[in-house]
């Protein structure tokens, strides 16, 4: 696994969990990432920044969808999104765990994050995925696409069928 900083003790109580490529790992194999990305709330955006340069890192730069990068000397950078979505409360209340024990998006809303972004390589973890997915499972993801981002229900339907075309229906 790929080491992730111990962000507990620089982000203090501070709600956070992760997303981007670790975050794949609490539910498949991890893929290789550059950087390590955490989402948190868009309110303790401010609060955040100011400990993480108390902690010696630098600040890299804003990002233009919300939230910040930070770097510590030679480490991966750390991409901040911050948002405030409706349902961000309750899922920074109740992270999944992922084998090193660190809080993780749940995977409803990781995908929902990643249909959101709509990268290339966010579409391929989406499909990755939903082919571990169990069908009952795959419903909960689809009513909250359906709750939150009704206008990617066509592109989640698509990305069920191209996972079961290439890894097999779960």
């Given at each position: 696994m790929q080491p992730v900083p111990d962000l507990h003790v620089v982000l203090g109580s501070?709600?956070?969990?992760?997303?981007?490529?670790?975050?794949?790992?609490?539910?498949?194999?991890?893929?290789?990432?550059?950087?390590?990305?955490?989402?948190?709330?868009?309110?303790?955006?401010?609060?955040?920044?100011?400990?993480?340069?108390?902690?010696?890192?630098?600040?890299?730069?804003?990002?233009s969808i919300g939230g910040f990068t930070v770097q510590l000397a030679h480490e991966p950078p750390i991409d901040v999104l911050t948002r405030n979505d409706p349902w961000l409360d309750m899922v920074l209340r109740q992270p999944v765990r992922d084998p090193a024990n660190m809080p993780v998006l749940a995977r409803p809303y990781l995908i929902l994050l990643k249909l959101q972004a709509g990268r290339t390589q966010d579409l391929a973890d989406i499909q990755r995925l939903l082919a571990l997915t169990p069908p009952t499972e795959r419903q909960q993801v689809r009513q909250v696409v359906e709750q939150f981002s009704p206008e990617f229900l066509e592109d989640f339907d698509a990305l069920i069928t191209l996972a079961d075309l290439e890894f097999g229906v779960s």
């Amino acid at each position: 696994m790929q080491p992730v900083p111990d962000l507990h003790v620089v982000l203090g109580s501070l709600r956070w969990v992760l997303v981007g490529g670790l975050a794949l790992r609490a539910y498949m194999p991890e893929r290789a990432t550059l950087d390590v990305a955490i989402l948190m709330h868009a309110d303790d955006a401010y609060t955040a920044r100011q400990a993480f340069l108390k902690a010696g890192y630098s600040f890299q730069g804003d990002l233009s969808i919300g939230g910040f990068t930070v770097q510590l000397a030679h480490e991966p950078p750390i991409d901040v999104l911050t948002r405030n979505d409706p349902w961000l409360d309750m899922v920074l209340r109740q992270p999944v765990r992922d084998p090193a024990n660190m809080p993780v998006l749940a995977r409803p809303y990781l995908i929902l994050l990643k249909l959101q972004a709509g990268r290339t390589q966010d579409l391929a973890d989406i499909q990755r995925l939903l082919a571990l997915t169990p069908p009952t499972e795959r419903q909960q993801v689809r009513q909250v696409v359906e709750q939150f981002s009704p206008e990617f229900l066509e592109d989640f339907d698509a990305l069920i069928t191209l996972a079961d075309l290439e890894f097999g229906v779960s």
